[in-house]
C-alpha cells in the first residue's frame, strides 16, 4: 500500500509541475500584444481618423460657405433698407435756401425726414447717395451748403454696373431734372456677388 501510494504522488507532483510550468510558460509568453496585432491596429486607427478628418474638414467648410453667404446677404439688405427708408421719407423743403431733388444715373440727392441721426441732430437731413465704382455712399451736407459734406459713410461695397432710374408717372428716365417736383419713385439695379439686384422704392410725399 505504501507503495503504490508513494507512486501516486509522484506522479500527482509532476502533474502539479507540468501544470505551474504551463502557467508560468503562459504568463511569459503573452505578456504582450505582438508586433503583427500593433500594427493592424495602428492601421486602424489610422483609417478612422482618416474618415473622421475628411467629415469634419467637408463639414467646416460647408459652414464657412454659408457664414460669408449669410455675411454677403446681410450687408445687401441692410444697405438697401437703409436707402429705401430715406427714399420714402423724401420731400421737397419748403424754403428756397435748401437744394431740391436731384437724380442722375449715379447719384440722387434729397431732403428726408430721417431717422438715421445721431443724438442732438436735426431730423430732417439733407442726403447723397453715390456709386463710386463698386462703392455706395451716404454723405450728408448742411442744410443750404451744399458743397459741405458733414458725413461720409460706406452703405455697401462689390455692386458692379449700379444705376439709378426714376418714374415720372408713364416712364422710367435715367435722369430726374432738379425742379419743383420728386419723382413717384426710384429705382436701383446692379449686380451683387454675381446676382442682379433690382429695386423699386416709392417716394411717398411724391404728388399724385
Known amino acids: 500500500m505504501n507503495v503504490k501510494y508513494s507512486e501516486q504522488a509522484s506522479v500527482d507532483s509532476e502533474q502539479k509541475g507540468?501544470?505551474?510550468?504551463?502557467?508560468?510558460?503562459s504568463l511569459f509568453t503573452k505578456k504582450g500584444f505582438t508586433l503583427i496585432e500593433i500594427l493592424v491596429s495602428i492601421t486602424i486607427l489610422s483609417i478612422v481618423m482618416s474618415i473622421l478628418y475628411g467629415t469634419f474638414s467637408t463639414s467646416s467648410a460647408n459652414a464657412?460657405?454659408?457664414?460669408?453667404?449669410?455675411?454677403?446677404?446681410?450687408?445687401?439688405t441692410g444697405a438697401i433698407d437703409v436707402l429705401s427708408q430715406e427714399v420714402r421719407g423724401a420731400f421737397l423743403p419748403f424754403d428756397a435756401v435748401s437744394e431740391l431733388f436731384s437724380g442722375k444715373k449715379e447719384e440722387i440727392r434729397f431732403t428726408a425726414a430721417t431717422p438715421?441721426?445721431?443724438?442732438?441732430?436735426?431730423?430732417?437731413?439733407?442726403?447723397?447717395?453715390?456709386?463710386?465704382?463698386?462703392k455706395l455712399i451716404r454723405k450728408t451736407f448742411k442744410m443750404g451748403q451744399e458743397a459741405?459734406?458733414?458725413?461720409?459713410?460706406?452703405?455697401?461695397?462689390?455692386?458692379?454696373e449700379p444705376s439709378f432710374s426714376f418714374f415720372n408717372g408713364k416712364e422710367w428716365i435715367e435722369e430726374w431734372p432738379t425742379g419743383k417736383s420728386l419723382p413717384y419713385g426710384i429705382k436701383v439695379t446692379f449686380s451683387y456677388k454675381g446676382k442682379d439686384v433690382e429695386t423699386v422704392m416709392p417716394i411717398l410725399s411724391a404728388k399724385k
Open 18 to 25: 507540468i501544470e505551474l510550468f504551463t502557467i508560468h510558460y
Open 64 to 76: 464657412k460657405v454659408i457664414e460669408e453667404r449669410a455675411d454677403e446677404l446681410s450687408s445687401l
Open 116 to 134: 438715421f441721426v445721431k443724438e442732438n441732430e436735426p431730423a430732417v437731413q439733407r442726403v447723397s447717395y453715390l456709386f463710386d465704382g463698386e
Open 148 to 160: 459741405e459734406v458733414k458725413s461720409e459713410s460706406l452703405i455697401l461695397e462689390g455692386a458692379n
